[in-house]
């Protein structure tokens, strides 16, 4: 690597929280609206979304060059290290190798996750109004269900043990004891956005997602 | 027959051996009279003794690093049943046997067991961890210490260099130009100083380029290795704390 290193890694840690954490915690919240209030609720939020001024600027700037830096620098950060869990098994050194390898999981699921989804509305092969009917095809398949459970988990342990280290490598938690009570606080985390996603995945695969999907099928046809 | 058997009792070593630098790293077993409260300096005393492996057959003495024998100086680090420590304070008698003797290949190995840990002394120089007084007059006395600082900051000082903290640290390979836990925590050690204080700005920059601070991964694997307990991850994060400081500082030219 080129440049500093020290300045790169910093970068790196930030945009992990702010704006990739953030991001996560708020897609997380859009798609409960699925399990919450069904297919209005989730078109709602998806919506609410795309009603935002400069929404492709937003969507530049705040998440796909954030998120490429993070993943691109993220690989070399991977490669960099070894993983000594066999001669060290302590917890703390299991999710160091953790965080790598689902980093690394993340990073393939989100790139095939954004094409099955944002890049279809880009290609015009959707609207966002049919992302519903979308995840709904998606979650029904038991296959692609499983591996966005794996996904999801990943990204999530991800962003909940990065999100620890952050604390960390910010200098905001320096002791022993600070450093435990955050990592209960992550653990919070982890389990609560993880139980958002995938009860909004569960959620997708209700019958109703489907009906709307028809009937945005028959409203096509109609006009085709 | 239960006596002979406790009077020929034995202690069982698997050595990595190593002939050179660059030569493959290959075992040999050992098998010598236990005597009581053995440690596994004393062991490898016996093998050089009568260089035996356990079918009878002559080898070269097996090579080995040490010197103070209290677990205060650090050389005869090396891999004892898989976890990096001290040979002279691993006693015989609460290893288990067979005891496996590898050298700290995060090091080069110059033979046998003996490691070359040259990187973290360089390290030291890196982050400038000392205290410049010497100078061609007289400085004058330095300001005073708190005691209750003194006391944190005696514990960072008992740090041996002895490089167990690298050997656990899955950063610090050859793919990876980290400096490792030891001297993150003596600048911690130094700009707590009073009069180290006054130039803690370079060693803080020190550690804020290629290699520096950065290349911590928090697997904390150093804190819980280190046999003199030095608090190794509260000193990384407490400099994490002044390098982030520094460095917003230099931003706005403060």
């Known amino acids: 690597m080129k440049g500093n290193s020290y300045f790169a890694r910093k970068l790196h840690s930030l945009l992990g929280i702010i704006p990739l954490g953030g991001f996560i915690v708020v897609h997380g919240l859009a798609n409960y609206q699925a399990f919450e209030r069904g297919p209005e609720g989730f078109a709602k939020g998806v919506g609410l979304i795309n009603g935002l001024p400069l929404l492709p600027l937003l969507e530049v700037v705040m998440i796909y060059l954030p998120l490429l830096f993070h993943g691109i620098y993220g690989l070399y950060v991977a490669y960099q290290s070894n993983s000594n869990t066999g001669r060290f098994k302590y917890g703390r050194n299991w999710a160091f190798t953790a965080q790598r390898i689902t980093g690394v999981i993340t990073f393939v699921f989100v790139f095939w996750h954004v094409y099955q989804t944002r890049l279809q509305v880009y290609m015009g092969k959707i609207t966002h109004e049919e992302l519903g009917s979308t995840m709904h095809h998606i979650a029904s398949s038991p296959v692609f269900f499983a591996l966005y459970v794996i996904g999801v988990l990943a990204a999530v342990f991800h962003f909940s043990n990065g999100l620890w280290a952050f604390l960390i490598s910010w200098g905001i938690t320096i002791g022993p004891k600070a450093q435990r009570v955050s990592s209960y606080i992550c653990m919070g985390v982890f389990v609560i956005v993880s139980a958002l996603f995938i009860l909004s995945l569960v959620a997708f695969r209700g019958d109703e997602f489907n009906e709307v999907a028809s009937a945005a099928i028959a409203l096509l046809g109609n006009i085709g | ?254």
């Open chain 2, 1 to 254: 027959m239960a006596e002979t058997t406790a009077a020929t009792k034995t202690v069982k070593f698997i050595i990595s051996r190593q002939d050179t630098p660059e030569s493959k790293p290959y075992t040999e077993e050992f098998e010598i009279p236990y005597r009581p409260n053995m440690n596994v300096i004393s062991g490898l005393m016996e093998i050089q003794r009568n260089p035996l492996k356990a079918d009878g057959t002559k080898t070269s003495p097996v090579c080995w690093d040490s010197n103070c024998l209290e677990e205060v100086c650090g050389a005869c680090s090396m891999v004892i049943n898989g976890k990096p420590r001290q040979a002279c304070s691993a006693l015989v008698d609460k290893l288990e046997q067979p005891i496996r003797l590898e050298p700290m290949r995060t090091f080069p190995v110059v033979r046998d067991l003996v490691i070359n840990r040259e990187r973290m002394f360089g390290a030291l120089k890196k982050v400038k961890a000392w205290i410049p007084i010497d100078g061609t007059y007289d400085l004058g006395p330095g300001p005073r210490m708190a005691e209750t600082k003194r006391q944190w900051a005696y514990e960072l000082s008992k740090c041996m260099t002895c490089g167990v903290c690298l050997e656990s640290c899955p950063n610090v390979n050859d793919r990876n130009s980290f400096i490792g836990p030891a001297a993150i925590s003596q600048v911690r050690l130094f700009n707590a100083h009073p009069t180290g204080e006054m130039n803690k700005e370079e060693r803080l920059e020190a550690l804020m380029t290629d290699g520096g601070i950065e290349g911590c991964g928090n697997s904390q694997n150093c804190v819980r290795s280190c046999p003199k307990g030095i608090p190794l991850t509260t000193s990384i994060a407490a400099m994490n704390k002044d390098t982030t400081k520094h460095l917003f500082k230099k931003w706005l030219g403060m």
